[in-house]
T-cell receptor
Framework: AQKITQTQPGMFVQEKEAVTLDCTYDTSDQSYGLFWYKQPSSGEMIFLIYQGSYDEQNATEGRYSLNFQKARKSANLVISASQLGDSAMYFCAMRERGTGNQFYFGTGTSLTVIP | KAGVTQTPRYLIKTRGQQVTLSCSPISGHRSVSWYQQTPGQGLQFLFEYFSETQRNKGNFPGRFSGRQFSNSRSEMNVSTLELGDSALYLC????????????FGPGTRLTVL
């Protein structure tokens, strides 16, 4: 089974609107971390936000927030007030203690911000 | 503080050749991970090194190998290249193997003809 599932290959959002990128994960570990990365067309992966499995509050970093629903095993990324520079690939990832902290990545969502 | 650097940035090889890619982590970081990124398979974990020891290995054939030096710099080697090895190879560093954040380099784009 896939460890990380991102069901939206492509998304469009109007500039200044909010957008939610979906991510579900599969693990039997109690201790794990969830991450979101942004990859612009230049290729470099940029860390956006982190959520630990024991964190009770949703993580926020500026315009990024992570909607963590542990029982549903989902970790959706919310980008508020979209900007043209947000157009990129977005990857959800998980690191679980049981596999030696190895990272697992989803297949990504391509976000296009429309002016 | 300088970021993660990878050399070379672009590489063209032919089938059957071998290639060595280099990664210099952020100063002070001791953990280095390698990933292969292709349009079809996405990002796949290759291996992770910490203090010159391989801690984790992904599901890749033995043609893919790596090592880490005492200064934390890491190299990965692919022998007997195949067309399917064409990919973006990304290196990421973190302070230690359990750090929550990885910093990625710009990648090496390998094309196998």
């Amino acid at each position: 089974a896939q460890k990380i599932t991102q069901t939206q290959p492509g998304m469009f959002v109007q500039e200044k609107e909010a957008v939610t990128l979906d991510c579900t994960y599969d693990t039997s570990d109690q201790s794990y971390g969830l991450f979101w990365y942004k990859q612009p067309s230049s290729g470099e992966m940029i860390f956006l936000i982190y959520q630990g499995s024991y964190d009770e509050q949703n993580a926020t970093e500026g315009r990024y927030s992570l909607n963590f629903q542990k029982a549903r095993k989902s970790a959706n990324l919310v980008i508020s007030a979209s900007q043209l520079g947000d157009s990129a690939m977005y990857f959800c990832a998980m690191r679980e203690r049981g596999t030696g902290n190895q990272f697992y990545f989803g297949t990504g969502t391509s976000l296009t911000v429309i002016p | 503080k300088a970021g993660v650097t990878q050399t070379p940035r672009y590489l063209i090889k032919t089938r059957g050749q071998q290639v060595t890619l280099s990664c210099s982590p952020i100063s002070g970081h001791r953990s280095v991970s390698w990933y292969q990124q292709t349009p079809g398979q996405g990002l796949q974990f290759l291996f992770e090194y910490f203090s010159e020891t391989q801690r984790n290995k992904g599901n890749f054939p033995g043609r893919f190998s790596g090592r880490q030096f005492s200064n934390s710099r890491s190299e990965m080697n692919v022998s007997t290249l195949e067309l399917g090895d064409s990919a973006l190879y990304l290196c990421a560093s973190s302070l230690d193997a359990r750090d929550n954040e990885q910093f990625f380099g710009p990648g090496t784009r390998l094309t196998v003809l």
